[in-house]
């Protein structure tokens, strides 16, 4: 069982790390009980064959050569007791994000994605163009003895041609404004699993 008060300063270096960066990177969001829960309902879903390939845009449009992984979207009315407990951390992170940041953030969409070996996804912004609700990026890797030599990082590229490359460590957070960071999935050499999400504001798309 996590502390209560352990949870509230976590969450407080996340949104101080928004707040002067734009990103956090955070280990250990999740215990590894509930990593390694998730990352068995993932790959139960992949062996099940309800995975499917993730597609590009707003149409979802499938290009291989752009992005590799498979995903299967959360359904609200169909959560596991773990997946309902990962979202409610969410949730008392977006309402702290909202009383320091004023962000807005409302409704929450996710999936759960596995990277097949060998998969990437290529630089992109993960707001589409002509609806900017997608604002806060939230992804929380389930990889168990993920390795440097395994790959898979997450590049997140900042200002000044800089760029930041993130491994994808079981119940590791990473959480960063949707419509400022270019990104990347480096290409992965084992199976790279995650569940990756968005907090929206609400309103009608922009266009």
Not at 24 to 44: C, G, I, K, M, Y
Request: one cysteine or more; aromatic letters at 8%; charged letters at 20%.
């Amino acid at each position: 069982m996590i502390n209560p008060s352990d949870t509230a300063a976590l969450i407080d270096r996340i949104v101080e790390g928004i707040a002067e960066k734009g990103f956090a990177v955070t280990p250990d969001f999740l215990p590894e009980v509930e990593v390694n829960q998730l990352r068995h309902e993932t790959l139960s879903l992949v062996q099940s064959g309800s995975m499917r390939r993730a597609g590009i845009g707003a149409g979802a449009q499938l290009q291989g050569e752009i992005r590799g992984d498979l995903i299967h979207w959360l359904d609200a009315d169909n959560l596991s007791a773990t997946q309902q407990g990962y979202l409610s951390r969410l949730e008392e992170l977006r309402q702290s994000a909202n009383r320091a940041l004023f962000l807005g953030l409302s409704d929450f969409e996710g999936h759960l994605a596995l990277y097949p070996p060998g998969t990437l996804y290529l630089r992109h912004l993960d707001q589409f163009q002509g609806n900017l609700r997608r604002t806060l990026t939230c992804i929380l890797y389930l990889n168990h003895g993920w390795r440097q030599q395994d790959g898979g990082e997450l590049r997140l590229y900042l200002e000044n041609d800089q760029h930041l490359d993130i491994l994808p460590l079981g119940g590791t957070l990473v959480s960063f404004l949707s419509g400022r960071f270019w990104h990347e999935v480096l290409p992965a050499r084992r199976g790279r699993t995650s569940i990756t999400g968005w907090f929206k504001t609400r309103g009608e798309p922009a266009g």
